[in-house]
């Protein structure tokens, strides 16, 4: 199986930033896609970032303070947030699609959340 292991979230003010970071872990044998998600509370969960190895795709809400990368020999990817809002707070949930086997079914996998609270 694969794990997905976020860490970063917390509580800041408005205009700061954090680096969330998610790290695969398993019986991988290669990922396609990964990315960030949100939920927000009352509220459906969100796409906030993915990257695939093609134009990444951002939220419009998120585009120009946010920046998704991923360092693919560690199976990690990073979400750096910068001049949050208010409305940025939200669970934020990493996803992967990942490939267990060459040649073989893709399968999707979430992170169990980490809290993100942008408040003064």
């Known amino acids: 199986q694969v794990q997905l292991v976020e860490s970063g979230g917390g509580l800041v003010q408005p205009g700061g930033s954090l680096r969330l970071s998610c790290a695969a872990s398993?019986?991988?044998?290669?990922?396609?896609?990964m990315g960030w998600y949100r939920q927000a509370p009352g509220k459906q969960r969100e796409l906030v970032a993915v990257t695939s190895g093609r134009p990444t795709t951002y939220a419009d809400s998120v585009k120009g303070r946010f920046t998704i990368s991923r360092d693919n020999a560690k199976n990690t990817v990073y979400l750096q947030m910068n001049s949050l809002k208010p409305e940025d707070t939200a669970v934020y949930y990493c996803y992967a699609v990942v490939a267990l086997v060459a040649g073989q079914a893709k399968y999707q996998y979430w992170g169990q959340g980490t809290q993100v609270t942008v408040s003064s």
């Open positions: 398993g019986s991988i044998f290669s990922i396609d896609v």
